[in-house]
């Protein structure tokens, strides 16, 4: 299992903006799918983003398009998700996952798809 630290949460407004971080090693970061699910209390865990091994290739759900973007950060060998336009509905705990599989459109929300977890980073957003 690889080591993931997210970082990055905290609460905001409506509309507002946080840029949550995951720390990973070089190797994480080159060779696997890193994705970013959240989790909602009394909701099932969801897709929100992914990207590819070398960030060519990036997922979202419909509900944080052009509202959220994924990274690579090669230098820091994290991976990031800037949220801006954040809503009351995006509050959940927020996880970075990585996956050893390569992902395409139909598959890379499946959290059985992903391997190593972190211990997640709560965001709230308040009306």
């Known amino acids: 299992q690889e080591q993931l630290v997210e970082s990055g949460g905290g609460s905001v407004q409506a509309g507002g903006s946080l840029r949550l971080s995951c720390a990973a090693s070089?190797?994480?970061?080159?060779?696997?799918?890193m994705g970013w699910f959240r989790q909602a209390p009394g909701k099932e865990r969801e897709g929100v983003a992914a990207?590819?091994?070398?960030?060519?290739?990036?997922y979202y759900a419909d509900s944080v398009k052009g509202r959220f973007t994924i990274s690579q950060d090669n230098a820091k060998n994290a991976v990031n998700l800037q949220m801006n336009s954040l809503k009351p509905a995006d509050t959940a705990m927020y996880y970075c996952?990585?996956?050893?599989?390569?992902?395409?459109?139909?598959?890379?929300?499946?959290?059985?798809?992903?391997?190593?977890w972190g211990a997640g980073t709560q965001v709230t957003v308040s009306s």
């Open positions: 996952a990585a996956s050893p599989y390569a992902q395409y459109g139909t598959t890379w929300f499946l959290s059985e798809r992903y391997k190593s």
């Open positions: 070089r190797y994480t970061v080159s060779n696997n799918y």
């Open positions: 990207i590819s091994y070398k960030g060519g290739r990036t």
